[in-house]
Structure formats: structure tokens, C-alpha cells
């Protein structure tokens, strides 16, 4: 079984910032890409960022130039670093991995438990 846990969530003041992690354990056999999602009240969940097993990355608009992820293959952990915070960032953020349990099997997502990101203004 593979579980993933989250850290790093939290309040804050807008400017400031926030780094969220997110380490995978169990039976990995390999993890494909790792993202982070955040639903904010009354909307759909939606991708922040993401990152492929090679290290390329992606953005939401929204987020470009203050968010960054990152990840490290050693530990089974994606990382987001966000700066410059601000109240529209509020949100429950998510982690998502994909993981193949075992060479027979094929990829799967996993999901993180959520970790409440709130930016005062």
C-alpha cells in the first residue's frame, strides 16, 4: 500500500510564504509525475504545478514567477515553495503522484490527505 503525507501547510500574511511537502511511502516501484492541486471554497479543484520524473515543470498562470516545485527522487517527496502569497491563494492544496507499486503493474495516482493553505490580508 502506498500512503503520501503532507506538511508545511498553514496561515500566513500576503507577501509572505509557505513551503509544502509531500513524501510518498510504501511499496514504490517508480513515481511518474508529481503535482500539487488546491481547491479553494466553492470552486473546483484545480492544478498548481507539476513536475515529470525528468524534472520538467508546469504552472498554473496564476501562480508563475511565485511557486515553484520541486522534487526529490531519493526521498519520494514533491516540494512546493510558494512567495509572495496572496489572499486569492487560500485554498486546501492537495499532492498527487503517480506510482507504480511493482514492475508488473501500471501507474497509479495517489493523493495526498490536503493541507490548508489561508492568506490574510
Known amino acids: 500500500q502506498v500512503q503520501l503525507v503532507e506538511s508545511g501547510g498553514g496561515l500566513v500574511q500576503a507577501g509572505g510564504s509557505l513551503r509544502l511537502s509531500c513524501a510518498a511511502s510504501?511499496?514504490?516501484?517508480?513515481?511518474?509525475?508529481m503535482g500539487w492541486y488546491r481547491q479553494a471554497p466553492g470552486k473546483e479543484r484545480e492544478l498548481v504545478a507539476g513536475?515529470?520524473?525528468?524534472?520538467?515543470?508546469n504552472y498554473a498562470d496564476s501562480v508563475k514567477d511565485r511557486f515553484t516545485i520541486s522534487r526529490d527522487n531519493a526521498k519520494n517527496t514533491v516540494y512546493l515553495q510558494m512567495n509572495s502569497l496572496k489572499p486569492e491563494d487560500t485554498a486546501v492544496y492537495y499532492c498527487k503522484q503517480d506510482i507504480q507499486g511493482s514492475r508488473q503493474y501500471g501507474f497509479r495516482a495517489y493523493w495526498g490527505q490536503g493541507t490548508q493553505v489561508t492568506v490574510s490580508s
Open positions: 513536475i515529470s520524473s525528468g524534472g520538467i515543470t
Open positions: 510504501g511499496s514504490i516501484f517508480s513515481i511518474n509525475v
